[in-house]
């Protein structure tokens, strides 16, 4: 419903789906159609005028174009009148010589139409089965992915503070942590103060890599997951003992993360997809015959 | 103390390779948890000066495309379409939080005339735009503006083509653009926008504009903010009347705000005047009213710095930084206190002992007032602050006249907040009380905080921002009158951007008024990188440049990771008022100017501005309150 209310609001959905509609009535009443009466009567009542007003305006609101018609003075009723009757007759007339046939922004314009009533009829379909959806997304798993992602904490020694020899001061931090079986949140309380963050919970390794370099990134990479200390590693800040818990590959969330991302995807793929069949079908009833052209790898004939 | 660098003790890294090691940094905590809760804090890095597709003079300009949907999204990393390009664009390190502040005066006019919206095809002047737009005519000039003379005609096209309720419509989609882009925790979106007001010097033309801009920044969500629409210079040009009206629609709505002003280098000493609109000398109220819906000034932006100009800081060596001495419209404009930061925290303290009230007691922030939609501040990726000026070409050989020539601009700035979380309440309550800093663009972390009890080795302490929030008052705050004997202290910290220059030094700029009313200000240098020595002057030499004019590439072989200390203001007077706040400033680095140059094969000395530039921040001060 939310999404017909949507529409209903929408200048260019009136425009079209008006057009569509008035396209549809002509087809199916023909010349009996009361309005059009015999080719050379032109009716005219407060509805088309309203509705032409609307039109002439480009601005689609019924109720402030009523008002505005039930305001009108004769004289502004009459030139309304007549402004109407003459595009009428213009139309009608032009319509009877084939004019518009080969015009492009008319053509334009019927495709427009007819597009979209092909996507309102794929919008009145019910609403995909989980079973359906639950199938997209294994079909489509590629799309859904996510990124690879670390999580460590880290022991420094600083390029910036004095020490001695640095990598062998981190090897014996490594040394104590281990023996001390110092945890994840034990981290902050050994070594020199960390100048970014202390703790990478499911950081990319972009992420980290623009914090301490490629290269410390790629050494880490490297490492396997464990609760053991490991290192250290040299960055251009000094040398990190690191506890690297875990290391994700790009992986696939569960279909219940991303169900409302799927269910999108889902809908836009189906209306693209029965447009092409609807298109399809239309096709079936036509013949195309190649005049004068050059032979393709497809027959000529590709209707039934 | 003064000038002293604490050198992180190696000695404490290992405690002697014992079992004290564990008690590293934790003992104090303990001692002082029971006596006062310590905020968690983090900061992050924002922008609340944007303009879209919304704003008059960025559709004018060639932003016929970016929405306020597409900047929020481009702020949170998502690829947009570049506009006037065909191609996708995405920023290279998102923002936590953004503000899109369109001009409130006609807002999503040219968006509204393009889709012919029944808004304006309803009226009669509303159909001459949609005309006078599709001939391609300047909308800016046809919607009449502001500064129009009040005829009954004019009155007549505002009231049909700025009427309540298109000025309703049109600000109820910059509130869903924000709602629907808030993700709380990871992304805030602040429901904003930008008071145009000017004044004239003299004559009311284009080229007497001097700039009274301020952006209003709300905590509405997306139903709160359509409660009301923004208030423009179109209803006043008067800041009081901005409080006024804030005031009021706060009453009404229980929506909170408050005005950031910006660009007061470009105001003509309009903006930190020691009068009111009307001339007259500010009274008690109006500093009162200032101060409560002002708390915050916006420092840096593309438009150039506004902490200081250096005429007005003869002892200042690194004032002359992205200084623009021109009005809005290129008009000259001569050096005036009323138009920097600095001499308005000055004027702020005097006032406060004439008075009794600060009216110019304000934080500091930097924002890009980029016109794009695309907050990109790193020099690198600098397109300018207009779409007509993206194309390289632009900035070289202009085919257009250009108001705002490409590298003149700054590639600046951002906001930094020290908030609980990130959530709109948290981050409006962070910038409300003033606990946030300022940068022109590099995201360097700087922690600040004053007291009177703090010992050198907190400077080295793991626990520095516990330490500063239990000893001390963050950056924003008060210190009120000394204990005896007893001066103050300032607990900062410092770390580089990382991926940005390393740091050359910590200073702090610290102002007072003595006990004659004399005004003063004086620049310490009290943290800095390397062996350097202070000159006989009390000022640390240059850090050295290690950018390859050639290349546009520098190495972090000079400056620091970390500079942090515990400094005293060494020539105290506990009688004094005073303030103080810190500028960080970075090794020098390449300005886009210079990237320009190195990619289009000209001498920098043709952009006529300078090859490198030092990054920086400023902090929001600290006042010392002998009385209060």
């Known amino acids: ?304 | 103390m003064e000038g002293v660098v604490h050198k992180r003790l190696g000695a404490k890294l290992l405690a002697g390779a014992g079992a004290a090691a564990l008690a590293l940094g934790s003992a104090g905590q303990q001692a002082g948890a029971a006596e006062k809760e310590v905020p968690h804090t983090e900061v992050y890095w924002g922008d609340v000066h944007l303009h879209t597709n919304y704003s008059l003079d960025a559709y004018a300009t060639g932003n016929t495309s970016v929405t306020p949907d597409m900047a929020y999204r481009f702020a949170r990393g998502i690829p947009i379409k570049e506009p006037g390009l065909d191609r996708k664009i995405q920023i290279r390190r998102p923002l936590d939080f953004l503000a899109v502040t369109d001009h409130a005066v006609f807002m999503g006019l040219q968006v509204f005339l393009s889709r012919k919206d029944a808004l304006f095809t309803s009226t009669p002047w509303g159909q001459k735009m949609i005309e006078a737009f599709e001939k391609g005519e300047n909308i800016m000039a046809a919607s009449g503006g502001a500064s129009a003379p009040d005829t009954p005609e004019q009155r007549e096209k505002r009231s049909q083509i700025f009427s309540d309720k298109i000025r309703q419509t049109v600000w109820d989609e910059e509130v869903d653009a924000a709602q629907k882009n808030y993700v709380p925790g990871k992304f805030t979106t602040l429901v904003g926008w930008e008071w145009t007001a000017v004044a004239y010097n003299g004559e009311k033309t284009v080229r007497n504009m001097l700039n009274l801009h301020r952006n209003v920044i709300t905590n509405a969500d997306g139903k709160s903010g359509k409660s009301f629409f923004p208030y423009s210079n179109m209803d006043s040009n008067r800041p009081e009347d901005l409080w006024a009206w804030m005031a009021k629609t706060k009453k009404r709505t229980g929506i909170d705000m408050f005005a950031i002003p910006h660009n007061s280098n470009l105001s003509g000493g309009r903006m930190f005047a020691l009068t009111d609109s009307d001339g007259k000398a500010i009274t008690p109220e109006y500093a009162r009213m200032r101060a409560a819906w002002e708390p915050l000034v916006e420092i840096t932006q593309t438009k150039g710095t506004s902490e200081v100009r250096p005429e007005l800081a003869p002892d200042d060596e690194f004032a002359e930084f992205e200084i623009r001495r021109k009005l809005l419209a290129g008009t000259p404009t001569p050096p005036d206190a009323g138009d920097y930061v600095r001499s308005a925290l000055v004027r702020g303290i005097k006032l406060k002992t004439q008075i009794g009230v600060n009216p110019f007691k304000f934080g500091v922030i930097g924002s890009t007032d980029i016109h794009t939609g695309m907050s990109n501040v790193t020099e690198g990726d600098f397109t300018g602050k207009l779409v007509m000026d993206i194309p390289l070409s632009q900035h070289y050989q202009p085919k257009r006249p250009v108001i705002f020539p490409d590298w003149e601009m700054s590639a600046s700035g951002r906001a930094a907040v020290w908030a609980t979380s990130n959530t709109r309440q948290a981050i409006f309550d962070a910038m409300k009380r003033k606990e946030v800093y300022g940068t022109t663009g590099t995201r360097i972390r700087l922690r600040v905080f004053g007291g009177f009890n703090f010992v050198p080795s907190d400077a080295e302490a793991k626990d520095l921002a516990d330490i500063g929030y239990r000893k001390g008052i963050p950056m924003g705050g008060d210190l009120t009158a000394a204990p005896a004997g007893k001066a103050p202290e300032f607990l900062i910290h410092a770390v580089k951007d990382p991926l940005s220059g390393n740091l050359d030094r910590v200073q702090v700029i610290k102002g007072w008024v003595d006990g004659k009313g004399g005004t003063h200000t004086k620049i310490y240098d009290v943290a800095w990188s390397g062996n350097r020595k202070k000159g006989p002057d009390g000022k640390v030499p240059a850090v050295g440049n290690t950018v390859d004019l050639g290349t546009g590439l520098y190495t972090n072989t000079i400056g620091a990771v970390q500079l942090s200390t515990v400094w005293k203001d060494p020539a105290f007077d506990p009688k004094d008022t005073a303030f103080y706040y810190v500028r960080v400033l970075e090794i020098p680095t390449p300005r886009h100017s210079l990237l320009d140059a190195i990619a289009l094969g000209i001498p920098v000395s043709a952009t006529k501005e300078p090859a490198t530039i030092q990054e920086r921040a400023y902090s929001s001060p600290i006042w010392y309150n002998p009385t209060t």
Do not use: C
């Open chain 1, 1 to 304: 419903m939310a999404y017909i209310r949507r529409i209903l609001r929408d200048p260019l959905v009136h425009f079209l789906a008006a057009g569509g509609l008035l396209f549809a009535l002509y087809a199916w009443l023909g010349p009996q159609d009361y309005r059009s009466g015999d080719q050379r009567t032109i009716i005219v009542d407060k509805p088309t005028l309203v509705t032409y007003m609307q039109y002439q305006q480009q601005a689609f609101q019924p109720d402030y174009f009523d008002k505005a018609f039930d305001a009108m003075s004769p004289t502004d009723r009459q030139k309304l009148i007549d402004s109407y009757v003459r595009e009428e007759a213009m139309t009608r007339e032009a319509r009877a010589m084939g004019l518009g046939s080969a015009d492009y922004v008319i053509r334009r314009r019927l495709v427009q139409k007819m597009n979209f009533l092909m996507d309102g009829a794929s919008q009145d379909r019910p609403p995909p089965t989980e079973a359906e959806l639950k199938a997209y997304f294994k079909k489509n798993a590629d799309n859904y992915r996510r990124a690879e992602s670390l999580t460590f904490t880290h022991v420094f020694v600083d390029n910036e503070v004095k020490h001695g020899d640095r990598e062998k001061l981190a090897e014996r931090l490594k040394a104590e942590l281990n023996a001390r079986h110092a945890q994840f949140n034990d981290a902050p309380q050994y070594g020199d103060r960390v100048p970014f963050l202390q703790n990478y919970v499911g950081r990319t390794p972009e992420f980290v890599a623009n914090q301490f370099g490629q290269g410390f990134a790629d050494a880490l990479e490297k490492l396997e997951p464990s609760d053991r200390w490991q290192g250290p590693i040299k960055s251009e800040y000094g040398w990190h003992v690191v506890l690297f818990i875990k290391h994700e590959p790009a992986s696939l969330p569960s279909f219940d993360e991303v169900r409302q991302q799927v269910e999108n995807d889902y809908n836009n793929d189906r209306m693209a997809a029965f447009r092409k069949q609807a298109t399809d079908d239309l096709l079936k009833h036509y013949k195309v015959r190649l005049v004068g052209l050059p032979a393709t790898d497809k027959p000529a004939d590709v209707g039934g």
